[in-house]
């Protein structure tokens, strides 16, 4: 690592590089309050062509992004553009979600509160997918849950626009070069593509990845929406980590909702709070189609981490690792250890579906790189759905015929089966993406 050389840190970063994670490349940068303490790149950009990441290299922070959303957000309403707890129907009147609740307030988007589906990218256009809302329904009183949606930072960053009257990748723009982020990027554009680390994902989408498959480059995509839309270099981001941990906690990292996924954490706006390894931190991680990043901030010690890949890795856990070694190596205290995540086990095999299930089970495909396929399977007598090869849930059935994803009864996620030929399924609705019945098992 540069600034400050650290034989640990590299030695680590590149044994999770290799040995943990479905990336060819990362980027890491350190930060106090003050200035970049450490920074360091490991790997290649482009697997294919061999080139090395190098400094200017270029990553999609991907959910990052919403903290910089919240932050104009909270300029907006600073500068008497909006207010925070008015219904989002004053800025965007043609918002419409189900429900039998109260209204759906800026605030409620801004903390994941507003009890909507966690949208599906069916459309690269925030618009639709917003509009699009109106067919599903807020299953929770606004404020009392949380439940992350992407479809509602792209709602926030059409407030945004409606307020400014510019497009959101301009506003966003501003925001980065007034913090000095001038090798950044406000929009993943076909134009940035040769600045970016090619992205990869595990070779195979709709299984449990295994290191020895391997990885390919991903589905390349453009985008502009305030859910996710960044580019960076590490070096950049530790100008928003100086933003954050530079100034009294306010209202970003004040918590605003538990989340019950991850005991002790909490939701602020754009931010994760709560205590690690006893400690007050902010944090969030990012991901893309073949891009992933962290960020994490030891409150306390002023000192922040970043960390941007081109693939699958444990990098909140390294994140907040570097940001311990600079604060030890700060005040003399032994080195940590960096403790990976667990392996996530393989999930159950398939069992023979019961009668009444024979119709939906089996493999759905899409040409959506966020929702490529989903299998629906039969285990212990009940229906269980796997997204993209990830841990199944459970499907629970609704008395309209479709199901409930998710044991919680406050899922707002649907998966209906609406077109049946000769008694079989042949198109599943998840949550407004469509997916077709395909012949691979």
């Keep these: ?48 062509g061999g080139s090395p990441v190098t400094e200017d290299t270029l990553f999609q922070i991907g959910s990052i992004t919403k903290g910089f959303t919240c932050e104009l957000l909270v300029r907006a309403r600073d500068a008497g553009l909006v207010d925070l707890d008015s219904p989002v129907t004053a800025y965007l009147p043609w918002f419409s979600v189900r429900s039998s609740h109260g209204p759906i307030t800026l605030r409620h988007l801004m903390t994941h509160t507003a009890g909507i589906i966690a949208g599906s990218d069916v459309s690269a256009d925030a618009t639709f997918e917003v509009w699009a809302l109106r067919d599903t329904e807020a299953t929770t009183p606004p404020g009392t849950w949380f439940h992350y949606s992407n479809a509602g930072y792209k709602a926030l960053g059409l407030v945004l626009e409606a ?30 593509r040769p600045r970016l680390a090619v992205g990869h994902e595990p070779r195979y989408d709709d299984r449990h990845p295994i290191p020895e498959d391997g990885v390919v480059p991903a589905t390349w995509i453009e985008t502009a929406t305030a859910d996710g839309c960044v580019a960076a270099t590490a ?23 538990p989340d019950e996924e991850f005991p002790g954490s909490a939701y602020g706006l754009g931010m994760q709070v709560g205590d690690l390894d006893g400690r ?7 991901g893309m189609i073949g891009y992933y990043a962290a960020i994490a901030c030891d409150l306390d010690a002023g000192i922040g981490a970043v960390v941007l890949a081109n693939g699958v890795g444990p990098w909140q856990e390294l994140a907040v690792y570097l940001a311990a070694e600079a604060r030890a190596e700060r005040d003399g205290a032994l080195r940590p250890e960096f403790a990976p995540p667990p392996k996530k086990p393989a999930p159950p095999p398939a069992q023979s579906p019961p009668e009444r299930w024979a119709a939906v089970v089996g493999h759905y495909r899409c040409h959506n790189p966020w929702l490529s396929n989903l299998h629906v399977h039969a285990f212990e007598d009940e229906l269980w759905v796997s997204v993209c090869g990830g841990a199944p849930e459970r499907l629970v059935p609704l008395p309209d015929g479709g199901f409930r994803v998710g044991a919680d009864e406050r899922s707002p996620e649907r998966l209906r089966f609406d077109v049946v030929v000769d008694g079989v399924a042949i198109r599943a609705d998840y949550s407004g993406c469509p997916l077709y019945r395909t012949f691979t098992p």
Aim: aromatic content about 6%; proline content about 5%; glycine content about 8%.
């Design 1 to 48: 690592m540069n600034a400050a050389p650290s034989f640990v840190s590299d030695e680590v970063c590149r044994k999770i590089l290799c040995d943990r994670s479905f990336a060819t490349g990362l980027s890491v940068a350190v930060t106090d309050r003050e200035e970049v303490l450490s920074s360091g790149v490991f790997g290649e950009a482009d697997k294919a």
């Design 280 to 286: 007050p931190h902010a944090w969030h991680t990012g």
């Design 235 to 257: 070096r950049d981001m530790t100008a928003w980590l100086r933003l954050l941990i530079g100034r009294e906690p306010g209202e970003m990292l004040t918590a605003a909702i």
């Design 163 to 192: 307020v400014h009257r510019r497009p959101y990748h301009e506003i966003v723009g501003d925001l980065l070069a007034s913090l000095g982020m001038h090798a950044s990027a406000p929009a993943i554009t076909h134009d940035l």
